[in-house]
């Protein structure tokens, strides 16, 4: 006996590290999904260097307690899945985020992000920001734009004075 105790106690120490230690975590909702369905889920996390997990409720929330993010309990009903990110923020709400519009059985329901507790519209929004290449993609055309611009004027005069002459 004292020994299942020790084994869900070191589960429970483990989830409050993870929980502490990541700087993204989603809790979602799989009822619905198959098997198939959850191995792609797993496989699409795995590969962005998310850790996604199911451990039992009661466990969660006395992790959650540790951890200090008690607010989570309520949340922590029915089958539920956590996915765990130390490395990229947007990572876990992205992946999760379209998934779920591609599967209606997925369902976020909250998570903490850099040690904030975030519902499902704050997780919707952090989903919908552009990725690291795309944002860096975004900056460049911002800041080659006035150079273009300049090159395509000075052509236009140059061109102009060409015409004249």
Excluded: C, W
């Amino acid at each position: 006996m004292s020994q299942a105790i020790e084994s869900k106690k070191q589960v429970v120490e483990e989830i409050t590290g993870k929980l502490n230690n990541s700087i993204s975590t989603v809790i979602v909702d799989y009822r619905g999904l198959d098997v198939d369905e959850v191995t792609e889920l797993r496989k699409q996390l795995r590969e962005a260097g998310v850790d996604f997990k199911v451990y039992k409720n009661t466990m969660m929330r006395r992790a959650a307690d540790n951890a200090g993010y008690a607010e989570l309990n309520e949340h922590f009903v029915g089958p539920t899945a956590v996915a765990f990110s130390n490395e990229d923020v947007v990572a876990p709400a992205k992946i999760l985020h379209n998934f779920s519009k591609e599967h209606q059985d997925l369902e976020i329901k909250t998570g903490v992000v850099e040690g904030a507790i975030a519902d499902f519209d704050q997780i919707k929004a952090l989903a919908e920001i552009p990725s690291q290449e795309g944002l860096l993609s975004m900056l460049l055309n911002v800041l080659q734009a006035p150079i273009r611009n300049f090159a395509l004027a000075s052509k236009a005069v140059a061109d102009q004075k060409e015409e004249s002459a």
